[in-house]
């Protein structure tokens, strides 16, 4: 089994934000590979989950409800409870703004990049060795950080975003069903 988490913040306030592209990610990898009769989600590990299966293995896709930067908690959590191992099994996906708009990266581990979600996570877990896939979003210029991650998408890079988070999705199914190159 998997975990693959989306990073975001919980309500709707926050949706289609900057900083809960993990979130739609993990949505679209809902509505691709869960089962609609099987699938609902459900509170567990202080997140929503969902089942799914991509290719022959199983997945929980994960939305923790605690906030971004106490995202740890429910990672945790699930880990500990599945006996699974972060750097096999855990993938984790974010907003980065040291990423171009549009772009994607996946690392098979490394630091946080002053993202408090992945601070968190690697707090709780005792390492940073598990994997990540980080989503452009661009820098703030002059915004401050916090307005411009909680503020929405510019009609010019709406359209990268949404290539993004299909890249992205697709990115991670593969890694579910393959695992990455090393």
Partial sequence: MKLVVGLGNPGPEYDRTRHNVGFEVVDRLA????DPATSI????FSALV???VVGDEKVMLMKPLTFMNLSGKAVAEALRFYKMSPMDDLM??????????????????????????L????RLLGNDSWPRLRIGIDKPGRIP???YVLGRFTPEQQ???DTALDEAT????????????P
Avoid: Y
Wanted: aromatic share 2%; charged share 20%; glycine share 16%.
């Fill in 50 to 52: 969902v089942d799914a």
């Fill in 31 to 34: 509505r691709r590979h869960g």
């Fill in 159 to 161: 359209p990268l975003v």
């Fill in 145 to 147: 950080l916090k307005n």
């Fill in 92 to 117: 984790v996906i974010v907003d980065d703004t040291a990423v171009t708009c549009g772009s994607i990266r996946i690392k098979p581990g490394g630091g946080a990049g002053g993202h408090n979600g």
């Fill in 41 to 44: 989600a459900r509170n567990k």
């Fill in 119 to 122: 601070t968190d996570v690697s």
């Fill in 170 to 181: 697709d990115a991670v199914a593969c890694w579910a069903g393959e695992g990455l190159a």
